[in-house]
């Protein structure tokens, strides 16, 4: 179990800078994921901690060992690195035990003990003479990562593992995933374009964008109190919307509504950006709220999301709603607005 420690990290392919100074601070024993959309770098920086491209400048370290430097390189197979890519790659024509053992000196392959272990830890166990065809895309994920365990890395690293799983199979494989590396104590890190998947999976979140980590926190404050307005949005549904704030609240097109005051940036009088997430607002009958009318419904089982313009604002932004249980509101319902607790607000230039 190692910590993984990246500062001051920049990586360019010929005039296209991709790291612009990435620092980040992965604990021993920990899972974090590095969150961004396609082309953010996620997989660049993830290829730069393996040793399969070099820095053209910052520092890698492994536990106390710089594998990458101004003056230093350590080669990929001398890094202690598990790498699970996002198809697994397993060899068609070995069997999943020899899969697992593929990377171990020859007396420990002998006899299958240490592949059969791990693939009880992964929760295959008595599927070791089977080849990979013969497995689920759930199961080929995770005999690739008891491959990636086998070597008894010092780091685990996961580049999209689940990507290319359905979206009810993902979801359990990756909390199986979860389960596994809590009970093997490894270090790793796992690279994402999906805010649920990081949300859900990490012990803490880095927001890789443009070429830097912007926000690097548990996944309740990373939701809870995003660190500007764009974060806010790309993190998970969001209703920005334009404010004055003073004496502690702040004026908007959804009422005068209190400020929270443990947002990531001090904010007292004037112009901002407001963030009241979809499931802060209440739908209600009565006076007392801003009324508008529903213009989609979206029902998801376990809750609805709703797209509101309000009545007197009709030429303005929508608003999107998310509520629990409740009747089916078709377009064309009239509905009230209710915030419920302090808003986050950031000051606009």
Do not use: C
């Not at 365990?149 to 009810?168: C, G, K, Q, R, Y």
């Not at 509520?323 to 607000?345: D, E, F, I, N, Y």
């Amino acid at each position: 179990m190692r910590d993984v420690s990246v500062t001051g990290l920049y990586k360019a392919f010929g005039t296209h800078l991709v790291l612009a100074g990435v620092d980040l601070e992965v604990p021993a024993g920990s899972l974090t994921a590095i969150l961004g959309p396609s082309g953010s770098g996620k997989t660049t920086l993830l290829r730069l901690m393996a040793g399969f491209e070099r820095a053209d400048a910052g520092t890698i370290t492994i536990g106390d060992t710089v594998v990458d430097g101004p003056v230093v390189y350590v080669p990929p197979e001398r890094r202690r690195i598990g790498y699970v890519p996002q198809e697994g790659s397993l060899f068609p024509h070995l069997t999943v035990q020899a899969n697992v053992g593929f990377g171990l000196p020859a007396r420990e392959r002998r006899g299958g003990a240490k592949a059969a272990g791990l693939l009880e830890l992964v929760g295959l166990d008595g599927l070791g003479q089977r080849y990979p065809h013969e497995l689920s895309g759930g199961q080929q994920q995770r005999v690739a990562l008891a491959r990636a365990l086998a070597i008894e890395p010092a780091v685990v690293l996961l580049d999209e593992p689940f990507a290319s799983l359905d979206a009810h199979l993902r979801a359990s494989v990756r909390a199986d995933v979860q389960e596994i590396f809590r009970r093997a104590g490894t270090t790793a890190i796992l690279v994402t374009h999906d805010q649920d998947e990081a949300l859900s999976t990490a012990d803490r979140v880095a927001v890789l964008r443009d070429g830097k980590i912007a926000q690097y926190a548990v996944p309740e404050d990373l939701y809870d109190r995003p660190a500007d307005a764009d974060l806010a949005g790309f993190i998970g549904d969001a209703n920005l919307l334009e404010g004055v704030a003073s004496a502690g609240a702040v004026k908007t097109r959804l009422g005068r509504l209190p400020l929270d005051g443990s947002g990531p940036v001090p904010v007292h009088e004037g112009q901002v950006t407001v963030l009241i997430r979809p499931e802060q607002i209440e739908l209600g009958p009565g006076e007392d709220g801003v009324p508008g009318r529903v213009t989609s419904y979206r029902y998801h089982g376990h809750d609805a999301v709703l797209r509101v313009q309000p009545e007197d604002d009709t030429a303005g932004q929508q608003i999107t709603v998310r509520v629990v249980g409740g009747p089916h509101l078709p377009p064309g319902s009239p509905v009230t607005l209710r915030v419920r607790g302090p808003v986050l607000a950031w000051p606009r230039d």
